[in-house]
């Protein structure tokens, strides 16, 4: 059974950091697109960035350019996001997703998807 479980989330104060992690099981990821999402409430789920199976190139929604960092370690089926300078509208609870045939920007094309963790940025 494949599976994405993503943790690291919680609250912290504005300006603060969390380092999200997604290990996924139950296939190998190596050669496939990792990314991540996020949905705000009230909101639809947006891409916040992915990284290719090699690890370059890297994708960035323009709202994290700058703060947010994407990393993979192919040895240990794992995918981070390094948040960095969080904002209030940061908050929302964060998804992590595999795709098979590249990275693409919207939530089709996603094959795998956690559960989610909800990061929580309080001013």
């Known amino acids: 059974q494949v599976q994405l479980v993503e943790s690291g989330g919680g609250l912290v104060q504005a300006g603060g950091s969390l380092r999200l992690s997604c290990a996924a099981s139950?296939?190998?990821?190596?050669?496939?697109?990792m990314g991540w999402f996020r949905q705000a409430p009230g909101k639809l789920r947006e891409f916040v960035l992915a990284?290719?199976?090699?690890?370059?190139?890297?994708y960035y929604a323009d709202s994290v350019k700058g703060r947010f960092t994407i990393s993979r370690d192919n040895a240990k089926n794992t995918v981070y996001l390094q948040m960095n300078s969080l904002k209030p509208e940061d908050t929302a609870v964060y998804y992590c997703?595999?795709?098979?045939?590249?990275?693409?920007?919207?939530?089709?094309?996603?094959?795998?998807w956690g559960k989610g963790t909800l990061v929580t940025v309080s001013s």
């Open positions: 990284i290719s199976w090699s690890g370059r190139p890297t």
């Open positions: 997703a595999a795709a098979l045939h590249g990275v693409v920007t919207t939530t089709s094309g996603w094959t795998y």
């Open positions: 139950g296939r190998t990821f190596s050669s496939d697109a």
